[in-house]
């Protein structure tokens, strides 16, 4: 099984849920920076500060404050991990390309959950998170839109791209990741 991932997709696409299974059956490293982000927002950190609006705005929190945090991690723990929600546009995955080679390390796999919008929304508000209503959910696929989908391309020229079809329950979507991550 590949031990470096990442896992890209528009909000709602069930990242977190599916990253969190598998790095647990594979004892991964699950590296999500929007829950980190929470944690420090509710630790009410100067940090946590800087990214609560940003994040309630359905906005991105800068790259630096992201990248300190990604970089943190990364340089701390040896083995396996599993990327979810970074990097979410260009200057990211620039510079987690830059870090990676620091640490003479390669993602060695990309997953990209596809979904229709209208089946996004309606998991988002199902969810009901403070950044769940619908007008930041639409802004959000439009961040993700502008920012993020354009890093399909930057790692389908790199030949690491699976697309993974995200509709169907919980289970069956593990299913598919897991056929896939194989070596
Ligand atoms: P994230 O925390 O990354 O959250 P997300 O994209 O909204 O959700 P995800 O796709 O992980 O969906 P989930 O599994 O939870 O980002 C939140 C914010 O943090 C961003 O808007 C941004 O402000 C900030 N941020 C994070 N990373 C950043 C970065 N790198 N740079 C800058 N800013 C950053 O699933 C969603 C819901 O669907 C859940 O309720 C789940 O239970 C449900 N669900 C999952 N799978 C399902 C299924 N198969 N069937 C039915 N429901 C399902």
Redesign the pocket.
């Known amino acids: 099984m590949k031990q470096r991932l990442l896992f890209l997709?528009?909000?709602?696409?069930?990242?977190?849920?599916?990253?969190q299974l598998l790095a647990a059956r594979e004892g991964l490293l699950h590296l999500?920076?929007?829950?980190l982000?929470?944690a420090e927002v509710q630790a009410g950190s100067p940090l946590g500060q800087e990214?609560q609006a940003?994040?309630a705005r359905?906005?991105?929190?800068?790259?630096a404050l992201?990248l300190a945090i990604v970089r943190g991690r990364l340089e701390q723990h040896q083995g396996g991990w599993l990327l979810?929600?970074?990097?979410?546009?260009l200057p990211?995955a620039e510079a987690l390309d830059a870090l990676l080679a620091e640490l003479d390390q390669r993602i060695e796999q990309v997953l990209l959950?596809e979904l229709d919008a209208a089946v996004l929304i309606q998991?988002?508000l199902?969810?009901g998170r403070a950044?769940d209503t619908e007008d930041v959910i639409r802004h959000?696929l439009v961040?993700y839109q502008e920012q993020t989908a354009p890093l399909i391309q930057h790692y389908e020229a790199q030949g690491l791209l699976t697309r993974i079809e995200?509709?169907?329950?919980?289970e069956?979507?593990a299913e598919r990741l897991a056929a896939v991550v194989v070596d």
């Open positions: 997709g528009p909000p709602g696409a069930g990242k977190g849920t599916q990253a999500s920076t929007g829950d982000l929470r990214a940003v994040m359905g906005e991105l929190v800068s790259d992201v979810d929600g970074f990097p979410r546009n990211q959950m998991r988002l199902s969810r950044d959000r961040v995200a509709s169907g329950s919980i069956t979507i």
